[in-house]
């Protein structure tokens, strides 16, 4: 996979506050995507990109060539913007055929090629509509062949699917991946949503305060965060502030101030063989890998901790519990409500129970 | 439900019967009435309600009217080509250059025009006149000889005055619509591979268009009914319909034919802005 | 970035200097005339005096003009608040299938030419055998006026969010109660400013004026029968600076408080 986009040493200031601090990645032909919430820089990082910003420092490159100082009209990248950004005094054929007729192409192949790209997103009787006569899907999907029809390099989405509802954004979601491998078009998408991120994406970069904290497959992500930020940022965990006491193996146990029990667990790869004793760590536990029961669990290779349900919390295909720990913590259990003898029919309320998980899905983080 | 209904109603009739009422009587009835008249026999002191053409026909076979009408639409449709060419570029200024004190600007440039409508045409006599202080400077610098008029009782004068007047109606709605274009539309537009001249033709003047209706619809109705400036810097020969339509009120004493001549304004107002919604396109944005 | 900031001085200067010269010039030379110790207001300059001003005050027609023009303008701005406010509400609160017929019916004089208004007034009045007088230059200048009051004041109230009312009657408020509690503080700038706007068209109305005045002298017909009259135009100086920066202080007051009310400035022109 050779790299289409490369981004270098990438930073930007906006009076004091630094929005994008010193960002470095590559891209290739692939779903890539940019995690984050509001304010990390994810967006000057894609207005950079489309050269709607100059960078303070740093350079982009696309397919080798440097094109850190061109302006986005010379750019062979394509932006999707927040809110669709249509002309409002151009119909949905114009709007289209902008780019193209930028390009002084002859009138007879704009039109094969709009029609081509309407049709391709299921709009072609809307051609004659003018933007304020669309639906916010529709809008989107114009906005989306606008910037597609020029054939970029790469193509930029900023939050695209963010002004929509649940469903439609659940459906163009599903036809984004697909346009995408129809068209063989690297798009960077950026989202302060990770599900979307988590489903769409072939890898994602998250991003807080202008760096980028991971950049790895949505599974990687999930299973191996690097951070704490990127544990909490990406799906729920339960994080417990602790110091390396020992190592045996692959294994580190790790001791928890006011814990009688131990807890072991793993470093995450990003991190593996960077713990020493005494050093401060972060153990996360993510709340489907926990087990919960009022019988003492006796098992090998697991940390069981005792507590209390403070809540229940019943959403159909699973319940949540709030448990909260000997010493304070409140930990957070998912429970498939799979079979109906299952031993988690009969916990209440101030029942106290026992939670236990496995060693290896124990990730020992540095902070 | 009923009671409620009935409520607002009551509540609906007691903000709009005063001001419908009202505008039946004193203005709605009177135009009508001006264009009854305008079909009544008339003459010079004399008013009889029995229908005839003759008001028009006078009109239409006066070659002397059809000129002043040429001419009134002469000076209208000249003076509205020249505010557009003045204005536009201080509009675009304010609405798009500028990022501070844009307010200030039109501030200064809507308090004098609310005020003293007479007063200023007068004052650009003063300034326009032979011992004005044009004609002094440029006796001064030595360009002319002697003192002279500059363009004072012409079509020229007119329109000048008709500028002076009606400048701020067009930056004020250019600077608003300009101002209203989002940003990431002109991004969108750079995105795509146009440059700045491109942006401007196809995406910046196009969405001003409707400012620049605006202006059109605020501004030349009530030119086309002016008198005051023609005949102040008019001079003698008449330019206008509305002195035209004054003279029939105030002196002639013909007010079939003034009222004749008052419709022909409307109905020629009324005909080109449709004519203008035709040709900009602008059913598009509306 | 370069090329940005010259085409920003260039913008600017053309501004700056189309302002002054079209705008401001008769202004300055008027003001600068009434000064003039001559009753040519033109060069050679022949001393400075103050004597035009002293004539205002000597000249009964003229005070008596003023005073015309001054009462009229406040009742119909009176008037036109009342029912210019009210037709925006008509405008902009309910729902009902005619309403925006009905809104055009009350923007339509708006947008008529002012002299056709009058020359209609006229025929009107004629017609019923109203003699001209101030009662008639006061009942013309409403017909024009609610519709200016309207619309400065309905595209406040199309942003004005009229749950206000519904909220304060739920707390146990009178409809009046509510109005004046509730409605009224929130929209008192745009109420003052359109009123100023209507005070000051009101004094200035030639057009309608010239028409509907009949033997009464107001101070725009008295401007114009004074323009005819060389040995006046000093005294026509004097007092229109007079009246200049009386209106200047009492706009920029307006203005002000138009500033801090934006809606009213766009809705003239949108």
Same mark, same amino acid.
């Given at each position: 996979?050779?790299?289409?986009?490369?981004?270098?040493?990438?930073?930007?200031?906006?009076?004091?506050? @630094?929005?994008?601090?010193?960002? #470095?990645? +590559? =891209?290739?032909? *692939?779903?890539?995507? $940019? &995690?984050?919430?509001? !304010?990390?820089?994810?967006?000057?990082?894609?207005?950079?990109?489309?050269?709607?910003?100059?960078?303070?420092?740093?350079?982009?490159?696309?397919?080798?060539?440097?094109?850190?100082?061109?302006?986005?009209?010379?750019?062979?990248?394509?932006?999707?913007?927040?809110?669709?950004?249509?002309?409002?005094?151009?119909?949905?054929?114009?709007?289209?055929?902008?780019?193209? @007729?930028?390009?002084?192409?002859? #009138?007879? +192949? =704009?039109?094969? *090629?709009?029609?081509? $790209? &309407?049709?391709?997103? !299921?709009?072609?009787?809307?051609?004659?509509?003018?933007?304020?006569?669309?639906?916010?899907?529709?809008?989107?999907?114009?906005?989306?062949?606008?910037?597609?029809?020029?054939?970029?390099?790469?193509?930029?989405?900023?939050?695209?699917?963010?002004?929509?509802?649940?469903?439609?954004?659940?459906?163009?979601?599903?036809?984004?991946?697909?346009?995408?491998?129809?068209?063989?078009?690297?798009?960077?998408?950026?989202?302060?949503?990770?599900? *979307?991120?988590?489903?769409?994406?072939?890898?994602?970069?998250?991003?807080?305060?202008?760096?980028?904290?991971?950049?790895?497959?949505?599974?990687?992500?999930?299973?191996?965060?690097?951070?704490?930020?990127?544990?909490?940022?990406?799906?729920?965990?339960?994080?417990?502030?602790?110091?390396?006491?020992?190592?045996?193996?692959?294994?580190?146990?790790?001791?928890?101030?006011?814990?009688?029990?131990?807890?072991?667990?793993?470093?995450?790869?990003?991190?593996?063989?960077?713990?020493?004793?005494?050093n401060e760590v972060d153990v996360s536990i993510r709340p489907e890998k926990i087990s919960i029961t009022k019988k003492n669990p006796v098992s090998e290779n697991q940390n069981v901790f005792s507590g209390r349900v403070e809540e229940m919390i019943y959403v159909g295909p699973s319940t949540e519990f709030l448990v909260k720990l000997n010493n304070g913590y409140m930990f957070r259990v998912f429970a498939q409500n799979i079979s109906p003898d299952s031993e988690i029919w009969n916990i209440k309320w101030d029942d106290d129970v026992y939670l236990y998980w496995r060693f290896d899905k124990t990730?020992?983080?540095?902070? | 439900?009923?009671?409620?209904?009935?409520?607002?109603?009551?509540?609906?009739?007691?903000?709009?019967?005063?001001?419908?009422?009202?505008?039946?009587?004193?203005?709605?009835?009177?135009?009508?009435?001006?264009?009854?008249?305008?079909?009544?026999?008339?003459?010079?002191?004399?008013?009889?309600?029995?229908?005839?053409?003759?008001?028009?026909?006078?009109?239409?076979?006066?070659?002397?009217?059809?000129?002043?009408?040429?001419?009134?639409?002469?000076?209208?449709?000249?003076?509205?080509?020249?505010?557009?060419?003045?204005?536009?570029?201080?509009?675009?200024?304010?609405?798009?250059?500028?990022?501070?004190?844009?307010?200030?600007?039109?501030?200064?440039?809507?308090?004098?025009?609310?005020?003293?409508?007479?007063?200023?045409?007068?004052?650009?006599?003063?300034?326009?006149?032979?011992?004005?202080?044009?004609?002094?400077?440029?006796?001064?610098?030595?360009?002319?000889?002697?003192?002279?008029?500059?363009?004072?009782?012409?079509?020229?004068?007119?329109?000048?005055?008709?500028?002076?007047?009606?400048?701020?109606?067009?930056?004020?709605?250019?600077?608003?619509?300009?101002?209203?274009?989002?940003?990431?539309?002109?991004?969108?537009?750079?995105?795509?591979?146009?440059?700045?001249?491109?942006?401007f033709r196809e995406i910046i003047f196009p969405l001003s268009i409707p400012g620049l209706f605006a202006s059109f619809v605020l501004i030349f109705i009530p030119m086309l009914g002016e008198f005051a400036i023609p005949t102040i810097v008019g001079g003698s020969s008449t330019y206008m319909l509305g002195n035209v339509i004054n003279n029939q009120f105030m002196a002639a004493g013909n007010w079939g034919f003034g009222s004749a001549i008052g419709v022909i304004l409307l109905f020629a107002s009324t005909l080109l802005i449709g004519l203008v919604i035709k040709v900009s396109?602008?059913?598009?944005?509306? | 970035?370069?090329?940005?900031?010259?085409?920003?001085?260039?913008?600017?200067?053309?501004?700056?200097?189309?302002?002054?010269?079209?705008?401001?010039?008769?202004?300055?030379?008027?003001?600068?005339?009434?000064?003039?110790?001559?009753?040519?207001?033109?060069?050679?300059?022949?001393?400075?005096?103050?004597?035009?001003?002293?004539?205002?005050?000597?000249?009964?027609?003229?005070?008596?003009?003023?005073?015309?023009?001054?009462?009229?303008?406040?009742?119909?701005?009176?008037?036109?608040?009342?029912?210019?406010?009210?037709?925006?509400?008509?405008?902009?609160?309910?729902?009902?299938?005619?309403?925006?017929?009905?809104?055009?019916?009350?923007?339509?004089?708006?947008?008529?030419?002012?002299?056709?208004?009058?020359?209609?007034?006229?025929?009107?009045?004629?017609?019923?055998?109203?003699?001209?007088?101030?009662?008639?230059?006061?009942?013309?200048?409403?017909?024009?006026?609610?519709?200016?009051?309207?619309?400065?004041?309905?595209?406040?109230?199309?942003?004005?969010?009229?749950?206000?009312?519904?909220?304060?009657?739920?707390?146990?408020?009178?409809?009046?109660?509510?109005?004046?509690?509730?409605?009224?503080?929130?929209?008192?700038?745009?109420?003052?400013?359109?009123?100023?706007?209507?005070?000051?068209?009101?004094?200035?109305?030639?057009?309608?004026?010239?028409?509907?005045?009949?033997?009464?002298?107001?101070?725009?017909?008295?401007?114009?029968?004074?323009?005819?009259?060389?040995?006046?135009?000093?005294?026509?100086?004097?007092?229109?600076?007079?009246?200049?920066?009386?209106?200047?202080?009492?706009?920029?007051?307006?203005?002000?408080?138009?500033?801090?009310?934006?809606?009213?400035?766009?809705?003239?022109?949108?």
């Amino acid at each position: 996979m050779s790299d289409v986009l490369a981004i270098r040493n990438l930073s930007k200031s906006f009076g004091k506050v @630094k929005a994008v601090d010193n960002v #470095n990645f +590559t =891209i290739g032909d *692939e779903f890539f995507a $940019f &995690l984050g919430p509001s !304010g990390s820089g994810k967006t000057t990082t894609l207005r950079m990109t489309a050269g709607l910003e100059v960078p303070d420092s740093g350079s982009i490159l696309l397919e080798d060539e440097d094109i850190t100082n061109l302006p986005p009209e010379k750019r062979n990248i394509n932006t999707v913007f927040q809110n669709y950004a249509l002309f409002p005094h151009m119909n949905v054929f114009e709007n289209v055929a902008f780019g193209l @007729k930028r390009k002084k192409i002859d #009138n007879r +192949t =704009i039109n094969k *090629e709009v029609s081509k $790209f &309407l049709e391709m997103v !299921g709009l072609s009787d809307k051609a004659k509509r003018m933007p304020r006569q669309l639906s916010g899907g529709e809008k989107q999907r114009i906005a989306l062949i606008r910037a597609l029809i020029n054939k970029p390099k790469v193509l930029l989405l900023d939050e695209p699917l963010g002004a929509l509802d649940l469903k439609i954004r659940q459906k163009l979601a599903i036809d984004l991946v697909n346009i995408r491998e129809q068209v063989n078009i690297s798009f960077v998408y950026v989202t302060h949503d990770q599900t *979307e991120a988590l489903t769409m994406a072939d890898r994602i970069a998250v991003m807080d305060k202008g760096r980028v904290i991971q950049i790895g497959e949505p599974k990687e992500l999930y299973e191996n965060p690097n951070s704490s930020f990127a544990a909490n940022f990406i799906g729920n965990t339960n994080i417990l502030k602790g110091t390396v006491a020992e190592k045996k193996g692959d294994y580190y146990r790790v001791d928890i101030p006011g814990f009688t029990s131990r807890v072991w667990g793993l470093p995450t790869s990003t991190c593996s063989g960077a713990f020493q004793t005494g050093n401060e760590v972060d153990v996360s536990i993510r709340p489907e890998k926990i087990s919960i029961t009022k019988k003492n669990p006796v098992s090998e290779n697991q940390n069981v901790f005792s507590g209390r349900v403070e809540e229940m919390i019943y959403v159909g295909p699973s319940t949540e519990f709030l448990v909260k720990l000997n010493n304070g913590y409140m930990f957070r259990v998912f429970a498939q409500n799979i079979s109906p003898d299952s031993e988690i029919w009969n916990i209440k309320w101030d029942d106290d129970v026992y939670l236990y998980w496995r060693f290896d899905k124990t990730l020992l983080l540095s902070e | 439900m009923k009671t409620k209904s009935l409520k607002t109603h009551a509540a609906l009739m007691m903000n709009i019967m005063p001001s419908f009422v009202y505008l039946l009587l004193l203005f709605y009835v009177p135009m009508v009435l001006m264009m009854v008249i305008s079909f009544w026999k008339s003459g010079f002191m004399m008013l009889e309600p029995v229908f005839t053409l003759d008001n028009y026909r006078n009109f239409f076979h006066n070659s002397q009217y059809l000129q002043i009408l040429r001419d009134t639409l002469v000076i209208t449709t000249g003076s509205m080509f020249m505010l557009f060419v003045i204005g536009y570029p201080i509009g675009y200024f304010l609405g798009r250059v500028v990022k501070k004190y844009d307010s200030l600007i039109l501030f200064l440039m809507i308090v004098p025009v609310e005020i003293g409508f007479l007063v200023r045409i007068y004052a650009w006599k003063i300034i326009l006149s032979k011992t004005g202080i044009i004609s002094s400077f440029l006796v001064y610098i030595g360009v002319f000889k002697e003192p002279a008029r500059i363009f004072l009782y012409s079509k020229a004068a007119i329109i000048l005055v008709l500028i002076h007047e009606w400048l701020p109606y067009v930056v004020i709605p250019v600077t608003i619509a300009l101002k209203g274009i989002e940003p990431a539309t002109l991004e969108a537009a750079r995105d795509l591979g146009a440059d700045r001249f491109t942006i401007f033709r196809e995406i910046i003047f196009p969405l001003s268009i409707p400012g620049l209706f605006a202006s059109f619809v605020l501004i030349f109705i009530p030119m086309l009914g002016e008198f005051a400036i023609p005949t102040i810097v008019g001079g003698s020969s008449t330019y206008m319909l509305g002195n035209v339509i004054n003279n029939q009120f105030m002196a002639a004493g013909n007010w079939g034919f003034g009222s004749a001549i008052g419709v022909i304004l409307l109905f020629a107002s009324t005909l080109l802005i449709g004519l203008v919604i035709k040709v900009s396109g602008l059913e598009k944005l509306l | 970035m370069k090329r940005d900031s010259i085409v920003k001085g260039i913008l600017g200067s053309y501004t700056a200097v189309v302002i002054l010269l079209v705008i401001y010039l008769p202004l300055i030379v008027l003001i600068v005339f009434s000064f003039n110790d001559s009753t040519i207001s033109g060069l050679p300059w022949k001393g400075f005096t103050l004597k035009w001003y002293a004539e205002i005050g000597k000249n009964d027609v003229l005070v008596s003009s003023l005073i015309n023009s001054v009462v009229v303008a406040a009742v119909v701005t009176v008037i036109s608040l009342v029912v210019g406010f009210l037709a925006a509400r008509g405008m902009t609160k309910f729902h009902y299938r005619l309403k925006s017929l009905f809104t055009g019916y009350v923007s339509i004089p708006f947008v008529m030419p002012w002299m056709l208004i009058g020359v209609a007034l006229l025929l009107f009045f004629n017609l019923i055998k109203m003699p001209l007088s101030l009662f008639t230059v006061i009942i013309s200048h409403i017909s024009f006026d609610i519709p200016l009051v309207a619309v400065l004041i309905s595209s406040r109230l199309s942003k004005f969010d009229y749950s206000v009312e519904e909220a304060s009657r739920d707390l146990g408020s009178t409809p009046f109660q509510s109005f004046f509690l509730v409605t009224l503080p929130i929209i008192a700038p745009s109420l003052i400013s359109a009123g100023i706007f209507s005070f000051s068209w009101s004094f200035d109305a030639f057009y309608i004026t010239h028409f509907v005045s009949g033997s009464q002298v107001f101070f725009p017909t008295w401007i114009w029968s004074a323009l005819r009259y060389p040995n006046k135009l000093p005294l026509i100086n004097a007092v229109s600076a007079l009246i200049l920066v009386v209106e200047i202080i009492i706009i920029t007051v307006a203005e002000i408080i138009r500033m801090k009310d934006e809606d009213a400035s766009e809705a003239l022109f949108m």
